[in-house]
């Protein structure tokens, strides 16, 4: 199967001053996860007009390392952290137009307080069709490599039984969840042949997605349980069953 890039957007988070939080800086760079090749990186979706960033660096740049600090393997929480500070401080960013990092160049730049423009008249986006929009997308990369996609189904949170068809033979499932951080808990996602229930794969949430493999041991009809703890803990649920 040929390799391609397969970039998940687990989140866009902007590098800029946090509301009435003063002398806190950033860069002015939207940044999201590459995970493809066995490895996450950070990779520069966009930058603002007249931003620090904007001066030097481009789109779709990896960031390798900041402050000489490597950010592979990092969440954007994690490089975010270390690319924020106070404003007026330099920053260290190691970027390169290629995830292995060749012909790696360094930038030094100065922290600003950088307010994102606002958009009157516009609502804000919604979550859940953002999240879906991005499950959607990841379906599409698994196509691109080569998968045959047997089902998809998206619901808001509850306890969930559904049934698909299934031939014999190894199948991948994915569930992804838009967390709803008020609320505490867990989810469990049980995916079996309904002939061999007892063989279900069970899944505990510890990540916005959990995947897991199911051998149907006959052709059929196969589940997928899904089992909130906690009152529910998140906003929708995407699952999808490929092989």
Known sequence: MKNKALVLIVGLLMLCSIANAQNIGGIGAMLAIDSSDGYRLPIIKSLMPNSPAAAS???????????????????????VGLIRGEAGTHV???????????????????????????????????PVEVFNA???????????????????????????????????GLHHVTVYTLEDKGNAGGITASIFDNQHEADAVKLKKETASQKGDIYFKRTGVGGIKIELAGGGICKSIYIVVYK
Do not use: W
């Open 92 to 126: 260290k960013l190691s970027v390169a137009d290629n995830k292995p990092g060749k012909h790696a160049t360094t930038y030094d730049l100065v922290r600003a307080v950088i307010q994102q423009p606002a958009a009157p008249n516009q609502p804000a986006a919604d």
């Open 134 to 168: 991005n499950c959607e997308h990841e379906i599409k990369q698994l196509k691109r490599q080569g998968y045959a996609v047997i089902k998809t189904f998206t619901s808001d949170c509850g306890n969930y039984f559904f049934n698909f068809n299934a031939d014999t």
């Open 57 to 79: 660096m481009k789109e779709n740049q990896f960031i390798l390392k900041v402050n000489e600090v490597s950010c592979r393997d990092k969440t954007i929480e994690e490089v």
